[in-house]
């Protein structure tokens, strides 16, 4: 694997820390079996939109009904 450094000029701590984020997500996409379900992301869970108080009913329900109070 070749890394380039397009712009700028890290130090090499800077560079070192950069490595080491790229070597340890490919180490873990190598680890992670082939064909294997991904974990769902949390912002994706349909649950995550009701987990507040249904809006009254009322005149102005409508304007609350996708912004839980």
Same mark, same amino acid.
């Given at each position: 694997?070749?890394?380039?450094?397009?712009?700028?000029?890290?130090? +090499?701590?800077?560079? %070192?820390?950069?490595?080491? !984020?790229?070597?340890? $997500?490919?180490? /873990?996409?190598?680890?992670?079996?082939? #064909?294997?379900?991904?974990? +769902?992301?949390?912002? %994706?869970?349909?649950?995550? !939109?009701?987990?507040? $108080?249904?809006? /009254?009913?009322?005149?102005?329900?409508? #304007?609350?009904?996708?912004? +839980?109070?």
């Amino acid at each position: 694997m070749t890394i380039k450094v397009v712009r700028g000029n890290p130090t +090499p701590e800077e560079l %070192a820390a950069a490595l080491a !984020v790229v070597q340890a $997500r490919a180490a /873990a996409a190598a680890a992670a079996p082939s #064909g294997a379900p991904l974990e +769902p992301d949390a912002w %994706a869970d349909p649950a995550r !939109v009701a987990m507040g $108080r249904l809006p /009254a009913p009322g005149p102005k329900a409508w #304007g609350r009904t996708y912004w +839980p109070g």
